[in-house]
């Protein structure tokens, strides 16, 4: 339970063993769905049949599995009504080069809040798109709040764990895509810009914006219109109507929906 | 603070005052800036310049301003570092006659996560929406969780509570939207749907989708393809991604932007 406690609340016990906590028996299903090799699986007492169920899975794939007194999750993991079932398991980023030719990235360069990151990845992962990078300064992807958030999705969409932003990018733009910075103002309506061409929308902090310093390695700057008030949408909101826009030009362009 | 702790722990309390409670100095703020009379203003000790200054310009019109003494407002609303100021704030819903001709309306049927809520009226609020109408079932606007995750949409967009759905999709039905219910499959693709006309986007139920019995009611169905995994996308951020669709459709008809 040490070990649990520490994965949980210490990003740097994380990136030492390269593992992560996930909660809850649907996310645990789509780990193994996903052919992810749970380490450890840990019951609570209130666990049920679907918890049962997907530890036993976990269990024929040669995961350890570990029943726990009353309260020792809740002490573990200092949540008052935990799932009654979390796991142990290793990271799942990959090196963007690894990804082949992604035609649709979402790149956190300094999105801080870790409700939004898992939001970013939960609509990148509808969306379609081929990897989310996440930059130096971001909040860590495997953040229990974060991974919370994106309700799986980490799992359904390629993270990447990346370096300094401008690598980064330079990184994505050696890779031909069409960097696209997102800011609140000023830029170009995101619906008149070609986002069925290789594209990697850049997200920004949530109060701030981009940080300076990127502008050679960005193609352009988009904003999306607002006929209410500006500034009303949140980075995983903007990143949702951003990808769902690009999945939407990429079937017209295939000839597939309207124009 | 007996008040404080009633308004914001008990919808029936808040019915019967037609009163609620708004945290922090920003979206008091914008309450004041959409002209709401502000009823009581309650400062807490940790009070800084931007407190001060719009608890003042309550005061100058007419709000009472409370100083309370330390913790009192940590016991009145159950969060360990609330924001230094929270006000009492009258109703600010209205009548869906009293819109006028709406040209795009959000239906919340039975949205019941707080959370939720509070991102669809954002998300309505930044796409120029005419209205949400909250129909009997859904959770309530005021509830604390909605208004703080709205972020001050309450004061941006015109908010109806409505009754029974049925009966208020027959009333915009009247007015001549066309009423689409929102369901992860088997609707029409949104973008190839005309949202540019006077459009009700109707929200069901995070888990079980819209009621049945509401068919006679509703004039099609549109969901939102998933390049990716389906059920990725919670309410809220199904609310943003069709509302700015049916913005953009807007200004493509009105002869801005790109088809």
Redesign the interface.
């Known amino acids: 339970m040490q070990r649990l406690r520490r994965l949980w609340g210490r990003r740097s016990a994380r990136v030492d063993e390269r593992c992560f906590v996930v909660e809850g028996a649907k996310v645990l299903g789509e780990a193994l769905d996903a052919g992810v090799a749970v380490e450890s699986v840990y019951l609570a007492p209130g666990a049920g049949a679907p918890e049962l169920a997907v530890a036993a899975r976990a269990a024929d794939r040669g995961s350890r599995v570990f029943e726990l007194a009353p309260q020792a999750l809740e002490r573990a993991i200092g949540t008052v009504t935990p799932q009654p079932v979390v796991a142990v398991v290793p990271f799942v980023d990959r090196a963007l080069a690894a990804i082949g030719r992604p035609q649709l990235v979402v790149v956190c360069v300094d999105v801080r809040d870790p409700g939004n990151a898992g939001?970013v990845l939960?609509?990148?992962?509808?969306?379609?798109?081929d990897a989310v990078v996440v930059c130096d300064g971001a909040v860590d992807p495997y953040n229990p709040k974060a991974v919370r958030a994106s309700?799986g999705?980490l799992f359904?969409?390629p993270v990447v764990v990346a370096g300094p932003p401008a690598a980064a990018l330079a990184e994505l733009g050696a890779l031909g895509l069409a960097r696209l910075g997102t800011v609140a103002r000023g830029g170009a309506?995101y619906?008149?810009v070609d986002l069925a061409a290789p594209t990697a929308l850049v997200l920004g902090n949530e109060a701030q914006g981009l940080p300076g310093g990127l502008d050679d390695h960005l193609d352009g700057t988009v904003t999306?219109?607002?006929?209410?008030?500006?500034e009303?949408?949140?980075v995983?909101?903007t990143a949702?109507?951003l990808c769902?826009?690009a999945?939407?030009q990429?079937?017209v362009a295939a000839g597939v929906?309207?124009?």
């Open positions: 939001t939960r609509s990148a992962a509808a969306a379609g798109a309700a999705a359904h969409v309506d619906t008149t999306i219109p607002m006929p209410g008030r500006a009303s949408l949140n995983g909101m949702a109507v769902f826009e999945a939407r990429r079937r929906g309207s124009g």
